[in-house]
């Protein structure tokens, strides 16, 4: 059974950084695709950034271009999600998922409903 497990999350101020991990666990698997998405209060889960397991294919949406960074760890079997600049408007869920399935573009890693394993999510609240 693949797991995520999605940690990091906590309470801080605008203007600082905080970095979430998702750590895979459980059966044989290859994920085609690794994302993170979010869901703030009141709001539709939203996609944050995503990347192909090889990491040649790397996207964010438009609000966090420039300030986040998602990346994985072989060794440890992590992906990870640096977030700088943090605002209030970043104030949400996080949610790490893995796509199995392959991946046959762009569409694919920014859409929630082209994933198929999802973690439990961890609340980031950015607030002074």
């Known amino acids: 059974q693949v797991q995520l497990l999605e940690t990091g999350g906590g309470l801080v101020q605008p203007g600082v950084s905080l970095r979430l991990s998702c750590a895979v666990s459980?059966?044989?698997?290859?994920?085609?695709?690794v994302g993170w998405f979010r869901r703030a209060p009141g709001k539709e889960r939203e996609f944050v950034a995503a990347m192909s397991w090889s990491a040649s294919s790397i996207y964010y949406s438009d609000s966090v271009k420039g300030r986040f960074t998602i990346s994985r760890d072989n060794a440890k079997n992590t992906v990870s999600l640096q977030m700088n600049s943090l605002k209030p408007e970043d104030t949400a869920v996080y949610y790490c998922?893995?796509?199995?399935?392959?991946?046959?573009?762009?569409?694919?890693?920014?859409?929630?409903?082209?994933?198929?394993?999802w973690g439990q999510g961890t609340q980031v609240t950015v607030s002074s």
């Open positions: 998922a893995g796509r199995t399935r392959p991946v046959y573009g762009s569409s694919y890693y920014v859409s929630a409903g082209q994933y198929n394993y």
């Open positions: 459980g059966g044989t698997f290859s994920f085609a695709a």
